[in-house]
């Protein structure tokens, strides 16, 4: 069965840190990936998404993903996070043709003014 | 547009109740879903529908019950309300068929059963 494992549940950071939050899954077909946050009491939002083409793949407010399908993995970076950057992070998969999705445990991100 | 939408937003149950939560989206997408979140546990799938009149089960489906009369809406039914189902639920939707397979999200329902 798919599976998409999320390895860091807490991440705490001062302002200026990079950040990296790992994902791994297992499919082994062609698969769908995202990445979505979710801001304190708000609803899950994309991030990005990559389908195909360019494993490097930029989404909004400076976060970008690199999808190394050697390693099952769709990691999710930023140069330089913010106060603002704290919220929950969840990696999600589907695989080419369907529907559903599979979603990670999830990653709470701290940032520390 | 107003995407997908859910209500109510918070509600309060007493074990035993039935109550059904609304999920409408006006992108005509053809596929819509409703997970549930609990801390630690990430989203896990209730049911899914992927177009008017067809539903099936996903991974946590046990005391919910959904149906899908128009491309719009997906309401989903608690039978019988237990303590065990206290989370948040997520309506989502997606139309991979119009190349949009990113799912988007409605803000929640607070479920809390006492």
């Known amino acids: 069965a798919q599976s998409v494992s999320q390895h860091n549940h807490h991440v705490i950071l001062s302002e200026a840190a990079s950040l990296e939050l790992g994902c791994n899954y297992s499919?082994?077909?062609?698969?769908?990936l995202f990445w979505y946050v979710q801001y304190p009491g708000q609803h899950l939002q994309l991030l990005l998404k990559y389908f195909s083409g360019d494993p490097l793949v930029k989404g909004i407010k400076g976060f970008e993903a690199e999808f190394i399908k050697s390693k099952f993995s769709f990691n999710l970076r930023k140069p330089s996070v913010q106060w603002s950057d704290t919220a929950e992070y969840f990696c999600?998969?589907?695989?080419?043709?369907?529907?559903?999705?599979?979603f990670g445990t999830g990653t709470r991100l701290k940032v520390l003014a | 547009n107003a995407g997908v939408t859910q209500t109510p937003k918070f509600q309060v149950l007493k074990t035993g109740q039935s109550m059904t939560l609304q999920c409408a989206q006006d992108m005509n997408h053809e596929y819509m879903s409703w997970y549930r979140q609990d801390p630690g546990m990430g989203l896990r799938l209730i049911h899914y529908s992927v177009g008017a009149g067809i539903t099936d089960q996903g991974e946590v489906p046990n005391g919910y019950n959904v149906s899908r009369s128009t491309t719009e809406d997906f309401p989903l039914r608690l039978l019988s309300a237990a303590p065990s189902q206290t989370s948040v639920y997520f309506c989502a939707s997606s139309s991979p068929g119009q190349g949009i397979p990113e799912a988007f999200f409605g803000q929640g329902t607070r479920l809390t059963v006492v």
């Open positions: 499919y082994g077909g062609t698969v769908n």
């Open positions: 999600a998969v589907t695989s080419s043709g369907t529907y559903k999705y599979i």
